[in-house]
């Protein structure tokens, strides 16, 4: 990945993330009880970890839209847009997740 592919993936990885996040799409679910992968909900086999697959799904996504971007719309975005998206999505995730800590 080149530096223009770069600035998109940070972009595009940070709000796929907070929507991965915030609407449960996980690619898979990781239930450390009985060290097990799955693709579905399975709430037999205990406590579930989603933050695997909210990775797994930002990424993937995120490295199939930097990569479909044209070279010339990723060349004419400036990389402080690379810091700026994501610091804003930092941000709205600790005001979503405020009520943990209140």
């Known amino acids: 990945m080149n530096g223009s592919r770069l600035t998109i993936f940070?972009?595009?990885f940070g709000i796929l993330y907070f929507l991965s996040f915030y609407y449960d799409l996980?690619?898979?679910?990781?239930?450390?009880?009985?060290?097990?992968?799955?693709?579905?909900?399975?709430?037999?086999?205990?406590v579930v970890i989603l933050w695997y697959g909210w990775i797994a799904t930002s990424a993937i996504a995120s490295a199939c839209i930097a990569f479909a971007v044209p070279r010339t719309v990723a060349d004419r975005l400036s990389p402080?847009?690379?810091?700026?998206?994501?610091?804003?999505?930092?941000?709205?995730?600790?005001?979503y997740e405020r009520r943990w800590f209140v």
Request: overall charge positive; glycine content about 8%; aromatic content about 16%.
């Open 10 to 12: 940070s972009i595009v």
């Open 26 to 46: 996980a690619l898979f679910r990781y239930y450390p009880e009985v060290s097990q992968f799955s693709l579905l909900r399975n709430d037999k086999l205990g």
């Open 80 to 95: 402080g847009w690379a810091w700026m998206i994501p610091t804003a999505v930092v941000i709205g995730m600790l005001v």
